[in-house]
């Protein structure tokens, strides 16, 4: 359990530090880029960012073990003492030495690395249940939805979606609670209809339908589930929001030409501004399905870009994966990060402290103070059993003064450690060392 934690603990922090790395990585590219690069690029460019912060974290924690910083619990570090030595450290310190170094170095004290683990936690069932309440909503917008009976609408579907190539025309459905249309599902992928569709011309319609049905060909809905979970799961990270809202802009504007192919730029733009119209003044579409023009800031960008558009192909950059490859290999050997270390590493850290410091010092004074202690009571159990005897008298005189010696050290030892511990706790309290 402590190995899961240790190793988990040491996960997040690697994870924390890449995160932040491979997001200016990736915000430096996108901003270097030129113009005429595409949305294809860049798409690409924040897909790898969200699997080479996982990748690289990973790989470095649990398999190339490279990180410079180790990452220690709490409990395995030595007791110290606080001023006048409390009943129970003094226990410890009086027994013998295998038994205290297998004693627990505070029974009160929490590890690091719990700390690190509960609060994840803690984040990760917060943003799960932010998402399933996402969730929640959407299903109860979308629970008034009937099937689709205009036979407009199925035909232009039916062409729109054999002219890209689809097998079959995914289900359609009409929504009075929406005002744009979305797309959702991955296993059972649908295209809801807003209740003013039919008021679309024929150019404007295939537009709206070929904008859906390019969203669940790409499988769009998918990597939006997929960023939303990895977002709840960890909402401390930046990367997360970052990522999410560039790969939406880049999926828009990947569906906008798609359907600027099928239907024309000027159709796109004009459904653009009618749904536009639609949407004023009210509420954006649910989480977790993907609306067309959902998004006001980005109406007239996605506009300029749909009259601007014209069918070539994107360039087929061959070496971008092997390079991204590459890339993460890298990034996993050189970022710093925090090191796992299993349990027979930290036990060789203990050993390691009892050849050497306070920790050393204290239990080769507990021992030497606990074999005087015995010697002197072997002699005074002697003393009362044999006559009075001048020499073994004298022996136990200099046995009770080496006693005094030892424990005048002791207490110095001890006040220094306190003085230490003061000094490099916050706030001038005590606490536990630092690592």
């Known amino acids: 359990m402590n190995e899961l934690l240790h190793g988990t603990a040491a996960w997040l922090l690697t994870f924390a530090i890449h995160g932040m790395v491979v997001l200016v990585a990736a915000a430096v590219c996108c901003w270097r880029l030129p113009r005429h690069s595409g949305w294809s690029l860049l798409e690409r460019i924040w897909r790898l960012a969200l699997v080479a912060a996982l990748l690289t974290s990973t790989l470095q924690v649990f398999v190339l073990r490279t990180a410079s910083l180790d990452l220690l619990p709490v409990a395995a570090m030595a007791p110290v003492p606080t001023g006048g030595a409390a009943v129970g450290e003094l226990a410890v310190a009086l027994m ?23 609060v994840a936690a803690m984040a990760a069932v917060f943003g799960l249940l932010r998402l399933l309440r996402a969730e929640r909503r959407l299903r109860a917008t979308l629970a008034c939805r009937l099937p689709e009976d205009d036979g407009r609408i199925a035909g232009i579907a039916a062409r729109v979606a054999k002219a890209m190539g689809l097998l079959c025309t995914p289900h359609l459905s009409r929504c009075p609670a929406l005002a744009t249309p979305v797309a959702f599902g991955w296993l059972q992928p649908e295209i809801c209809l807003p209740a003013r569709a039919d008021e679309l011309d024929d150019d404007a319609l295939a537009a709206m ?186 022996l136990l005189a200099q046995l009770e003064q080496r006693l005094q010696k030892v424990a005048k050290l002791r207490a110095r030892l001890d006040a220094v450690l306190a003085q230490q511990e003061n000094e490099f706790s916050p706030n001038g309290t005590t606490g536990e060392t630092n690592r």
């Open 209 to 394: 339908l070929a904008h859906e049905l390019a969203h669940l060909r790409r499988r769009d809905p998918l990597w939006l589930w997929g960023t939303a979970l990895l977002q709840a799961l960890l909402p401390w990270q930046p990367l997360w929001w970052v990522a999410r809202r560039q790969l939406a802009h880049s999926a828009e504007l990947a569906c906008d030409s798609t359907a600027a192919r099928h239907a024309g730029n000027f159709a796109v733009a004009q459904c653009l501004l009618q749904v536009a119209e639609w949407i004023t003044g009210r509420p954006r579409a649910p989480v977790g399905a993907l609306a067309m023009a959902a998004r006001p800031s980005l109406l007239r960008a996605r506009v300029e870009a749909a009259l601007a558009w014209q069918d070539r192909k994107a360039p087929r950059r061959l070496l971008f994966w092997p390079a991204a490859m590459s890339l993460c290999a890298v990034l996993a050997a050189t970022v710093p990060g925090a090191r796992w270390l299993p349990a027979a590493e930290l036990t060789g850290h203990d050993d390691a402290a009892e050849h050497g410091g306070p920790r050393a010092v204290r239990l080769a004074l507990a021992q030497d103070y606990e074999q005087l202690q015995q010697q002197a009571l072997a002699l005074r159990q002697e003393l009362t059993a044999v006559p009075f005897d001048p020499e073994l008298q004298v």
């Open 96 to 118: 013998p030495p295998a038994a205290a170094a297998a004693a627990p170095a505070d029974a009160t004290a929490v590890s690091f690395d719990a700390w690190i683990c509960a």
